[in-house]
C-alpha cells in the first residue's frame, strides 16, 4: 500500500496532537498501534503538521530506526500534487519526486545556516517549502515516552492542586471548577493521568495550551505576594483571599506550583494575555519583529492586523476591561470618590448581566478562562474600607 493511500485510510482518532519546539506550533503523531498497523516497523515515528479532522493536506514526515527521514509533501500552489523526499541528517542535497516522478525543476537542499532546517524548491512552480527536522524528536521509543511523560508532569501538578482545592476549598472547587473537569478528577486515578487527557482539556479549552510563563528568579517576588496575600486573613478583606493560602508555606513551593497558582487566578501572573501574545508575534512574525525597537514601534505594533485581531480575543478584552477599572479606581481613590466609582461600576455590571444594555465600554465581561477559579487579592488596590464589593458579587453568583 502506498503512503498516500494508506494515510487516507487512517482513522482521525489515530493522531495526537502535541506541541512542537517554542509550543506554537502544532504537530499530530501517529499512535504506535496505527503505524505499526499500516507501516509494519518500518518507520520508528510518523507526524502530520495539519489538523486530521480537516480537509487541508501539508506535510508527513516519517523518521526510520537508521534516523534518515521520508517526507510526502502536499504542493501549497497545485494542492493535488505531492513531493516525495528521501533525507539522510548531513546531506547536501537530493531531488524529490513529483506525484511519483522525478522532478527536474526541484530541488532540496540543507539551509546554508541552519542544517537542522532543509529546503523544498520548486522553479515550476515558483514555491518554496522549508521543513525543520528537529521536530522529528529523533530517539527510540523509550526515550520519546520519558520525554512525554517530563512534558505532562506540569499538568499531573496542576491536577494535584484542583484535588487540593476540593479538600481545602469545597466551596470554590464545587462552584467554579467546569464540572467536567470535576468529573474527570474525581473518576481518574493521578497514576493514569495521560497526554490524551492533556491534549483533550486543551482542545475543550478547559486548560491552557502553556503554564504562564516564570522562573527560578521570580520566586523569591512571588512567595512575597502569597506571604502580603495572608497577611489580610484577619482583616475585612479575608473573603478576597484565596482560601488555599490558609495552610500553604510559600517557601516551600516548587516554581511550577507557583505556575499552576499563577494559571488558577490565585496569583498574578508576571505577564498579562496581551503582553505574552504580543511576545509570541515578536518573535514568529518579521513585520512586528522589525518595529520592536524602533521609536514609536509599540504604537505602529497596535494597529498591526494581527495585533488588532488579538485585542479582539475574549482574554485581552477581560484584561482590557479589568485594566480601565483599576485605573478608575485609582483615580477615584486619589479624588475621594471611589464610592462612587465602586458603585457605578457595579451598576454597570449589573445591567449587562440582566438587561443586556449599559454594558461597560469593552464590550461587556468576557468570560474568565475555566481554569481560572481565583481571583488575586491585590493589596496596593485601593479598597472600600470594611465593604467587600468581591465578596458581595461572589454571594450574588457573579
Not at 539522510?88 to 531531488?95: K, L, Q, S, Y
Not at 521543513?131 to 522529528?136: G, K
Not at 484535588?163 to 497514576?191: G, I, K, W
Not at 488596590?381 to 467587600?388: S, T, V, W
Amino acid at each position: 500500500m502506498k503512503k498516500q493511500e494508506a494515510l487516507e485510510n487512517i482513522p482521525q482518532e489515530a493522531w495526537l496532537q502535541r506541541r512542537a519546539g517554542n509550543g506554537y506550533f502544532a504537530l499530530w503523531d501517529l499512535q504506535y498501534k496505527w503505524a505499526a498497523a499500516y507501516f509494519g516497523e518500518t518507520y520508528q515515528r510518523i507526524y502530520r503538521d495539519t489538523d486530521p479532522c480537516g480537509d487541508a493536506n501539508g506535510s508527513f514526515g516519517f523518521m526510520k530506526p537508521d534516523g534518515s527521514y521520508e517526507f510526502l509533501i502536499f504542493s501549497r500552489a497545485a494542492p493535488m500534487s505531492s513531493y516525495e523526499i528521501s533525507w539522510v541528517r548531513g546531506g547536501t542535497g537530493c531531488e524529490p519526486l513529483l506525484n511519483g516522478k522525478p522532478c527536474t525543476t526541484a530541488n532540496v537542499s540543507a539551509l546554508p545556516n541552519d542544517p537542522g532546517t532543509i529546503a523544498l524548491r520548486n522553479s515550476a512552480p515558483n514555491e518554496t517549502i522549508q521543513i525543520n527536522l528537529d521536530l522529528l524528536e529523533s530517539g527510540t521509543a523509550p526515550a520519546r515516552a520519558a520525554r512525554e511523560a517530563k512534558a505532562i508532569e506540569p499538568w499531573k501538578r496542576a491536577f494535584s492542586w484542583y484535588l487540593f482545592v476540593r479538600a481545602n476549598d469545597p466551596d470554590t472547587y464545587m462552584r467554579r471548577l467546569h464540572m467536567a473537569f470535576r468529573q474527570f478528577l474525581e473518576s481518574v486515578r493521578p497514576e493514569q493521568y495521560g497526554q490524551e487527557h492533556i491534549q483533550y482539556f486543551q482542545a475543550q479549552q478547559l486548560l491552557p495550551e502553556l503554564l504562564p510563563d516564570m522562573g527560578p528568579e521570580h520566586v523569591a517576588q512571588t512567595v512575597a505576594d502569597i506571604r502580603a496575600q495572608q497577611q489580610y486573613f484577619n482583616s475585612p478583606h479575608a473573603g478576597r483571599i484565596p482560601r488555599i493560602f490558609m495552610s500553604i508555606d510559600p517557601t516551600k513551593l516548587e516554581v511550577v506550583d507557583l505556575q499552576v497558582l499563577m494559571m488558577m487566578g490565585a496569583l498574578k501572573e508576571r505577564l498579562g494575555f496581551i503582553d505574552r501574545e504580543l511576545l509570541k508575534l515578536g518573535q514568529t512574525n518579521d513585520e512586528i519583529k522589525k518595529l520592536w525597537n524602533t521609536p514609536n514601534g509599540r504604537a505602529a505594533i497596535m494597529q498591526h492586523p494581527l495585533v488588532l485581531q488579538l485585542l479582539q480575543h475574549p482574554q485581552a478584552q477581560r484584561e482590557q476591561q479589568e485594566n480601565m477599572e483599576k485605573a478608575m479606581r485609582n483615580q477615584g481613590a486619589a479624588a475621594g470618590n471611589l464610592a462612587e466609582v465602586e458603585s457605578m461600576l457595579a451598576n454597570q455590571k449589573y445591567m449587562a448581566m440582566y438587561t443586556g444594555i449599559g454594558l461597560p465600554p469593552m464590550g461587556g465581561n468576557a468570560p474568565t478562562p475555566p481554569w481560572q477559579i481565583y481571583r488575586p487579592f491585590d493589596p496596593a488596590e485601593p479598597q472600600m474600607g470594611g465593604f467587600d464589593l468581591a465578596g458581595a458579587f461572589k454571594s450574588l453568583g457573579f
